[in-house]
């Protein structure tokens, strides 16, 4: 067992001691048998929430009328959850209320897909009620009992399918499949965050151009900000190896590029990005166009700063369907050899530009700082003081051209 599962081995422990049953569930149980990394790690129990918070000295209410109570153990938050069942679903989202249950099993069949179904004892034990542990072996996403009800129950969970598809390499099972194909209109019932969410997941996972795929053959795209009217862009984005991809930031850009969008920065607002999230991709794609035209130069890359220059030759070579880790590393190596990394390194100051310069203060001197930099860049000049202000002085030419 790992080791993320032996730390938390005393709190089942304890819930043990004071006569409950309790057991690994959800997702972390599922990556442990793929062999992927362990994530959060959930606890479902027989205990009641004011149970829990009995047993536990350090506990967070995060939602006890859903039987969810935070343990702190050891520096490391924990969320267990009392066994329940789900009332009926309104709004497509979320479950009127909740009935606490005594059964892991009953717990277990409400949830969305077979293989987030399944539980561990404190032994190892696997318990499987729902035939997930088949579906693993087959990578298939398949839904818990009729696809058409926990679908209408939760939206969400038509695209949380296609995530998966991205994340784990997995194909839908048919019926499931089909269900998404009817029901993907209630998916406008669902709030963009949501909805973005899952999109930002499915855009970073190993699969996703199948992810893609399956977003125009089931007509989900259709309910996404910005994409009704992209299906063909959508698709051309399958011929790009979006997993050799890195950042947020990353897949926005290209995504943006393939669709062709006129007004990128709307389009974002549209997905509730963040503020520096639009910034970024905004300045990405201005910078790639030059970048399509011409190499990097010193002095792009002093302006550009190290993490986006690797974060746009990553998507430059996504979009010219290549993949060069030499390129990448030069580029960090050529960035490191630079004289300066900033405007602060340099060895002098607007204050010193207008002590050598007889001019009164104004946009002069922020236009003579960046000829400056150009030339410690350039290599042109060394950077240094007496250097910088002695070529300063012989610069005879006219404010804006080349020195």
């Given at each position: 067992?790992?080791?993320?599962?032996?730390?938390?081995?005393?709190?089942?422990?304890?819930?043990?001691?004071?006569?409950?049953?309790?057991?690994?569930?959800?997702?972390?149980?599922?990556?442990?048998?793929?062999?992927?990394?362990?994530?959060?790690?959930?606890?479902?129990?027989?205990?009641?929430?004011?149970?829990?918070?009995?047993?536990?000295?350090?506990?967070?209410?995060?939602?006890?009328?859903?039987?969810?109570?935070?343990?702190?153990?050891?520096?490391?938050?924990?969320?267990?959850?009392?066994?329940?069942?789900?009332?009926?679903?309104?709004?497509?989202?979320?479950?009127?209320?909740?009935?606490?249950?005594?059964?892991?099993?009953?717990?277990?069949?409400?949830?969305?897909?077979?293989?987030?179904?399944?539980?561990m004892d404190k032994?190892?034990?696997?318990?499987?009620?729902?035939?997930?542990?088949?579906?693993?072996?087959?990578?298939?996403?398949?839904?818990?009992?009729?696809?058409?009800?926990?679908?209408?129950?939760?939206?969400?969970?038509?695209?949380?399918?296609?995530?998966?598809?991205?994340?784990?390499?997995?194909?839908?099972?048919?019926?499931?499949?089909?269900?998404?194909t009817v029901w993907?209109?209630?998916?406008?019932?669902?709030?963009?965050?949501?909805?973005?969410?899952?999109?930002?997941?499915?855009?970073?996972?190993?699969?996703?151009?199948?992810?893609?795929?399956?977003?125009?053959?089931?007509?989900?795209?259709?309910?996404?900000?910005?994409?009704?009217?992209?299906?063909?862009?959508?698709?051309?984005?399958?011929?790009?190896?979006?997993?050799?991809?890195?950042?947020?930031?990353?897949?926005?850009?290209?995504?943006?590029?393939?669709?062709?969008?006129?007004?990128?920065?709307?389009?974002?607002?549209?997905?509730?990005?963040?503020?520096?999230?639009?910034?970024?991709?905004?300045?990405?794609?201005?910078?790639?166009n030059c970048l399509?035209?011409?190499?990097?130069?010193?002095?792009?890359?002093?302006?550009?700063?190290?993490?986006?220059?690797?974060?746009?030759?990553?998507?430059?070579?996504?979009?010219?369907?290549?993949?060069?880790?030499?390129?990448?590393?030069?580029?960090?190596?050529?960035?490191?050899?630079?004289?300066?990394?900033?405007?602060?390194?340099?060895?002098?100051?607007?204050?010193?530009?207008?002590?050598?310069?007889?001019?009164?203060?104004?946009?002069?001197?922020?236009?003579?700082?960046?000829?400056?930099?150009?030339?410690?860049?350039?290599?042109?000049?060394?950077?240094?003081?007496?250097?910088?202000?002695?070529?300063?002085?012989?610069?005879?030419?006219?404010?804006?051209?080349?020195?």
């Amino acid at each position: 067992m790992k080791a993320e599962f032996v730390e938390a081995i005393p709190i089942i422990e304890q819930l043990n001691e004071h006569g409950h049953e309790a057991y690994f569930v959800g997702g972390s149980v599922r990556d442990l048998l793929l062999n992927r990394k362990i994530g959060d790690i959930d606890i479902a129990t027989s205990a009641k929430p004011d149970e829990i918070q009995k047993i536990f000295p350090k506990t967070i209410d995060v939602g006890v009328q859903h039987g969810t109570v935070i343990v702190l153990h050891n520096g490391k938050p924990y969320e267990v959850t009392t066994f329940r069942t789900e009332g009926e679903y309104e709004e497509y989202r979320r479950p009127k209320y909740v009935r606490f249950v005594s059964s892991l099993q009953e717990d277990l069949k409400r949830r969305d897909f077979t293989i987030n179904a399944l539980a561990m004892d404190k032994n190892g034990r696997i318990l499987d009620y729902v035939n997930g542990m088949e579906d693993l072996e087959n990578r298939m996403i398949r839904t818990v009992g009729d696809p058409y009800e926990r679908f209408s129950e939760d939206a969400l969970r038509m695209l949380r399918a296609l995530r998966f598809v991205s994340q784990l390499s997995f194909r839908l099972e048919e019926k499931t499949l089909q269900a998404i194909t009817v029901w993907h209109k209630l998916l406008q019932n669902i709030s963009i965050e949501r909805i973005t969410a899952e999109f930002e997941k499915l855009l970073a996972g190993a699969s996703a151009n199948d992810a893609i795929q399956l977003l125009t053959l089931t007509n989900v795209y259709q309910h996404m900000p910005g994409l009704k009217q992209k299906k063909e862009q959508l698709n051309k984005l399958l011929s790009y190896p979006m997993h050799n991809l890195c950042k947020r930031e990353e897949y926005w850009t290209v995504l943006l590029f393939v669709l062709e969008t006129d007004d990128g920065e709307s389009f974002m607002r549209n997905w509730k990005l963040p503020r520096r999230v639009i910034k970024k991709v905004c300045r990405h794609l201005e910078l790639l166009n030059c970048l399509f035209e011409q190499d990097w130069t010193a002095f792009l890359l002093y302006k550009t700063g190290l993490e986006d220059a690797l974060q746009l030759e990553r998507i430059r070579q996504v979009l010219q369907k290549e993949k060069n880790e030499e390129a990448i590393q030069k580029l960090q190596k050529s960035y490191e050899q630079l004289p300066i990394h900033s405007r602060k390194e340099l060895a002098v100051t607007g204050n010193d530009i207008l002590n050598i310069v007889p001019k009164k203060p104004g946009k002069w001197v922020e236009e003579y700082l960046t000829l400056v930099e150009q030339q410690v860049v350039n290599g042109l000049i060394e950077n240094n003081s007496g250097e910088i202000k002695e070529w300063l002085k012989n610069c005879n030419q006219k404010l804006g051209e080349s020195c």
